[in-house]
């Protein structure tokens, strides 16, 4: 099976809200973890990534969270907007020592904002 | 554009053909990578070249998947013998560096392959 997946296919939350997306990964060897967007017709994204040296990251309205212990990543988004909506994956890097190569992704959580 | 540049972006064809699929990346990067992304599953890593060579091909799902860059810029996807389980959309990606620096690639918008 896959290394890295999501808890929830889909996410409904309110314009304004704050969103929370999560993800388990299992390979404990992956020490960077990346956020990807997309959205419908398009290719992903880059949002935010995360070494296994850090707990949190923040961006522009984005926060990463990750827990090693129990192997978890969550992406919280603030104050959702229309334009957050989209298909949201994690992904980890299957090399240790950091890189790009070959990232594994999960199947993606769908963040829909309703009005 | 200024961005990754894929074509077809729709590709329709019988088993049993053979499809061309062309990326052409973001200028001056390196790196290079090739995914495949099925409906309602996230992409799934295929090659990844630096420069003109292929550093990793392990996501090839067999001989029939061959890819060459042989000018370290525009890279080619090639599928053999098509079947159906080929359908799916092909993503190509770049980055500046790739191996050590950053898990930021930047992706094309695919190429939409349908195999009949």
């Known amino acids: 099976g896959e290394s890295v997946g999501l808890h929830l296919p889909t996410l409904s939350v309110q314009e304004g809200d704050n969103s929370i997306i999560n993800c388990a990964y299992s390979n404990s060897a992956s020490d960077y973890f990346i956020w990807y967007k997309q959205e419908s017709g398009k290719g992903p994204q880059f949002i935010i990534d995360?070494?296994?040296?850090?707990d949190k990251r923040q961006g522009q309205r984005v926060t990463v969270l990750l827990n090693k212990t129990v192997k978890h990543l969550s992406l919280q988004i603030a104050a959702t907007q229309p334009g957050d909506s989209a298909v949201y994956f994690c992904a980890e890097n299957i090399r240790s020592g950091g890189g790009a190569d070959g990232l594994t992704f999960g199947k993606g959580t769908h963040l829909i904002i309703q009005p | 554009g200024a961005g990754v540049s894929q074509t077809p972006s729709n590709k329709v064809t019988e088993k049993g053909k053979y499809v061309e699929l062309r990326c052409d990346p973001i200028s001056g990067h390196t790196a290079l990578y090739w995914y495949r992304q099925s409906l309602g599953q996230g992409p799934e890593f295929l090659i990844y070249?630096?420069?003109?060579?292929?550093?990793?091909d392990s996501g090839l799902p067999n001989d029939r998947f061959f890819a060459v860059r042989p000018e370290g810029s525009v890279s080619t996807l090639k599928i053999q013998r098509t079947e159906r389980g080929d359908s799916a959309v092909y993503l190509c990606?770049?980055?500046?560096?790739?191996?050590?620096?950053?898990?930021?690639?930047?992706f094309g918008e695919g190429s939409r392959l349908t195999v009949l």
């Open positions: 990606a770049s980055s500046p560096e790739g191996t050590g620096v950053s898990g930021e690639l930047f």
């Open positions: 995360i070494r296994s040296n850090m």
């Open positions: 070249f630096q420069g003109t060579g292929a550093a990793d």
